[in-house]
């Protein structure tokens, strides 16, 4: 079946603009993370939904970054103001419910804020 | 605080040796453990996992890990390494949210 998908794949944008990155988990998956991949940073974790709910944001690194889940599928991720150091590959990975721990990865966006 | 260390950031080895890449884990109680595999411009793609049970996991490609409570460590091995295993291998963590804390990630180069 169809994994995770991402898009844009890549996004070119300019310091200051605000950004949306979009998530398609797989179908029926129902726990989606946001995870940021830097040079400087390496894997970092961002938020987590389960459902259209978000019980762990801790990874958000400012209010500048936010979230959101509608229908228990597709998730956005939007920065607002970008700024250089978000530049990165953003991942997002889906994992089905019960016991199952496994996540699938999406192929990534690469933000670049110039 | 929870942790992940990949002590080795770039290993090299040459096409047909064995292969150990260490992980170490810092954890309050033994957390579910993975290794994923990132080639040049791909995403992340899960290797093997360890939740419970026999502490031999086996995974996709010819690779295995060992798991080992005394010593926190979650050590991913291939008898003998072809060219295309090349690149970037990535121990991880979880607790039962699924939340995966990364280790720093080892870079694997293969000679001819």
């Known amino acids: 079946g169809a994994g995770v998908s991402q898009s844009p794949s890549n996004k070119v944008t300019e310091k200051g603009k605000d950004v949306e990155l979009r998530c398609d988990p797989i179908?029926?998956?129902?726990?989606l993370y946001w995870y940021r991949q830097s040079l400087g940073q390496g894997l970092e974790f961002l938020i987590y939904?389960?459902?259209?709910?978000?019980?762990?944001k801790s990874g958000l690194p400012s209010d500048r970054f936010s979230a959101e889940r509608t229908g228990g599928s597709v998730s956005t991720l939007t920065i607002q103001r970008t700024q250089q150091e978000d530049s990165a590959v953003y991942l997002c990975?889906?994992?089905?419910?019960?016991?199952?721990?496994?996540?699938?990865f999406g192929p990534g966006t690469r933000l670049t804020v110039t | 605080a929870q942790s992940v260390t990949q002590p080795d950031i770039h290993i090299t080895v040459s096409e047909g040796a064995s292969l150990e890449l260490r992980c170490n884990y810092s954890?309050?109680?033994?957390?579910?453990l993975f290794w994923y595999v990132q080639s040049p411009g791909q995403g992340l793609q899960l290797l093997l996992k360890?939740?419970?049970?026999?502490?031999l996991v086996q995974g996709i490609k010819g690779f295995e890990a060992e798991f080992k409570r005394s010593q926190s460590s979650f050590t991913l091995r291939k008898p003998s390494v072809h060219w295309s295993d090349a690149a970037e291998y990535f121990c991880a963590a979880s607790s039962n949210t699924g939340k995966l804390i990364f280790g720093q990630g080892t870079t694997l180069q293969v000679k001819p």
């Open positions: 990975a889906s994992r089905g419910g019960g016991t199952s721990y496994e996540q699938y």
């Open positions: 179908s029926g998956h129902t726990a």
């Open positions: 939904f389960q459902g259209n709910s978000a019980p762990d």
């Open positions: 954890y309050g109680a033994t957390p579910y």
């Open positions: 360890y939740f419970s049970g026999d502490t």
